[in-house]
């Protein structure tokens, strides 16, 4: 149990500096990252359907600020204010707790191969979310008109939380977690939660069927203001919660044991993990539907680069999931333009090769489990 | 002063370690001996706040079950049997965690190289940048050893001792190495800080050891300095083999004595 273990954080393709102290190159990455998602951000406002460009909104502004009038045309102003402004928001916010949520999630579980979509958890998270828009006017009314627009994300988190509970309690025996059976759960968990979730759509008419399409694919194409100000706060709160994870993160990577030895509270960190990676998951899926694949790429890539350390690879998922999401909605928006593809269908093939790679890395240790 | 009295520890419903005393004091390298499944790491394990037990586990005077684990990360140091890790650290990052947690004891300055002279004290120097899951077993136990010193590096911190529990620390190292390790746990001793070990090396347990518990099918069934208790009488009946202490093997045949060491030597 321990070889398996240990073999599968394979350090193959990784390079280190020769005093193993690689906290200044995750620094210079972090940096350059941020610089990533500016440009990512500027690309999202400038790519769409319309020809609306940045370049026109930026003279409107300079305009405005040297006291002329703005140039910017009502229609472009719907279009970049209303419309990407928005998405591109709801973009950043979405890409960061997906690649958190599954930087965290891995950290907890001690395996790289540990994703919110993988596992089940976004199964459990869309149940909460369609459990809401298909019985928010009838048996659900009550906490719908009491929670208004973040009926929605609570309920996506309600459903991620215990997921990821059930997971957890199933997969982790005596402080060790087995991946072939957190693996195994998650496929039980997921197929239970979307199976409830066929109920609940078999029950749905017709304007809630449409509104739960999206959920199969996931898309950033319903992005809006309200959308943002309901998930927004959620998100946030996880972003700023997730730097005082990290010290834990790093302590459980030697075990439950180990961590406990070097004064880490194990019981109330894992709760505290788990309700954020819930909380993550459970208002990314609110709105923006399953896109899978962000948690579990984003986070290997950093670790091959900047190494494992939660210090520096909890920001830099969130940067790099905002920025790899941004620019695979800006691909979304335009490769079939003027219609547009499901985000969840670019990141999927892009995702299960890359994971499928992973698994081909270890599959000499996976034979074991 | 750690004292252990009546404790009784249950995993599921069986009693896996039976009414144990013990008495470890500071200044002292403490060791547990006895053969496998006789309770020793239980015991370990339920001195360092692992384990749920009945009885009492008293830590310089304050009994240990309601510490907080930041308490005691700051009183004593566990190094575990062995230790897997679930993603690709570096030896320097691995040691660097024992700085996190825990007080060094260490100010300012001094504790920015101290993971250099953890590795340096483990005779792993260079090792810094090499990663931590392509070593071998023996050097991994080493790393995690350099970790532990690095949580409670100095002894004493405050007038209180504090304590390092070693867990078969020697178990997958060449006799040169055992040596060192052994030697670390001497001078940490010396200094002012306390030992607990779990060994299985009897000749290593007789030349290091200041005190000696010897334990059997959960129970303890010896505890003194190592000339009292490592005895034919109670070796043959713990170990159930027809042991004799100081037998000199009949001539022709080969045998090594850790003691034999010299001191002189490189190390």
């Keep these: ?369 | 002063m750690i004292e252990v009295e009546n404790a009784t520890v249950r995993i599921g419903k069986k009693a896996i370690v039976t009414d144990a005393q013990l008495r470890a004091a500071s200044g002292e390298i403490t060791t547990i001996i006895g053969p496998n499944g006789s309770g020793k790491t239980t015991l370990l394990k339920a001195i360092s706040g692992d384990l749920a037990y009945s009885g009492s586990i008293r830590m310089h005077g304050r009994e240990i079950a309601p510490l907080q684990p930041w308490e005691m990360a700051m009183m004593r140091a566990v190094l575990p049997q062995s230790s897997s890790l679930a993603f690709p650290f570096t030896v320097r990052e691995v040691v660097r965690f024992g700085l996190t947690t825990g007080r060094a004891g260490v100010a300012g300055l001094q504790s920015q190289d101290l993971v250099a002279r953890a590795l340096d004290r483990v005779d792993l120097a260079g090792f810094s940048g090499r990663f931590y899951q392509e070593l071998s077993g023996g050097e991994q136990q080493r790393v995690q050893l350099a970790r532990v010193l690095c949580q409670v590096w100095e002894p004493v911190v405050d007038k209180t001792p504090r304590f390092l529990f070693l867990d078969e620390p020697i178990s997958s190292l060449d006799i040169r190495h055992q040596l060192i390790i052994m030697d670390i746990a001497r001078d940490y001793a010396r200094s002012g800080g306390g030992v607990i070990a779990v060994l299985h090396d009897l000749n290593l347990t007789s030349m290091y050891s200041d005190r000696v518990l010897v334990m059997q099918d959960g129970r303890c069934r010896g505890f003194g300095p190592p000339q009292d208790v490592i005895a034919d009488t109670l070796l043959q009946s713990v170990f159930e083999c027809g042991l004799r202490v100081g037998a000199v093997p009949a001539a022709g045949g080969a045998f090594v004595l850790p003691q034999s060491a010299q001191p002189s030597l490189p190390n």
């Design chain 1, 1 to 369: 149990m321990l070889q398996r273990t240990e073999a599968i954080g394979s350090t193959a393709h990784a390079v280190q500096p020769a005093d193993g102290d690689r906290s200044r190159r995750a620094r210079l990455a972090i940096a350059v990252l941020v610089l990533l998602l500016g440009a990512a951000s500027v690309l999202s406002l400038a790519t769409g359907a319309s020809d609306a460009s940045v370049a026109s909104v930026i003279r409107a502004w300079a305009a405005q600020l040297s006291g002329g009038d703005a140039q910017l045309s009502a229609r472009d102003r719907i279009i970049i204010y209303d419309i990407r402004f928005p998405r591109m928001v709801v973009g950043v916010l979405v890409g960061a707790s997906l690649a958190v949520s599954g930087a965290v999630m891995q950290g907890l579980f001690r395996n790289p191969l540990a994703d919110p979509g993988i596992v089940g958890v976004s199964a459990g998270a869309s149940l909460g979310a369609v459990s809401v828009i298909v019985l928010g006017g009838t048996v659900l009314a009550p906490v719908t008109a009491l929670a208004g627009i973040y009926a929605l994300p609570a309920a996506a988190f309600l459903g991620g939380l215990v997921s990821t509970f059930l997971l957890y309690r199933v997969s982790t025996r005596r402080g060790r977690t087995s991946v072939a059976t957190m693996l195994l759960a998650g496929i039980a968990l997921g197929a239970l939660a979307m199976a409830l979730t066929g109920i609940l759509i078999y029950l749905a008419d017709d304007q809630q069927l449409r509104d739960l399409t999206f959920w199969n694919m996931g898309s950033l194409a319903g992005a809006t203001w309200s959308k943002a100000l309901a998930a927004g706060p959620i998100i946030a709160m996880v972003l700023i919660c997730t730097p005082l994870l990290s010290g834990g993160l790093n302590a459980m990577t030697l075990g439950e044991a180990t961590a406990r030895h070097m004064g880490l509270a194990v019981q109330r960190f894992k709760t505290t993990a788990i309700i954020v990676v819930a909380a993550a998951t459970g208002a990314a899926v609110a709105v923006s539907g399953g896109i899978g694949f962000v948690g579990i790429v984003v986070p290997h890539l950093l670790r091959l680069m900047i190494g494992p350390d939660h210090r520096y690879l909890l920001p830099a998922s969130a940067l790099l999931g905002a920025s790899l999401l941004l620019s695979a909605d800006a691909v979304a928006r335009t490769i079939v333009a003027p219609a547009e593809l499901p985000i969840g269908i670019i990141t999927a093939v892009v995702g299960a090769p890359f994971f499928l790679w992973i698994l081909l890395r270890r599959r000499g240790v996976l034979d074991m489990l």
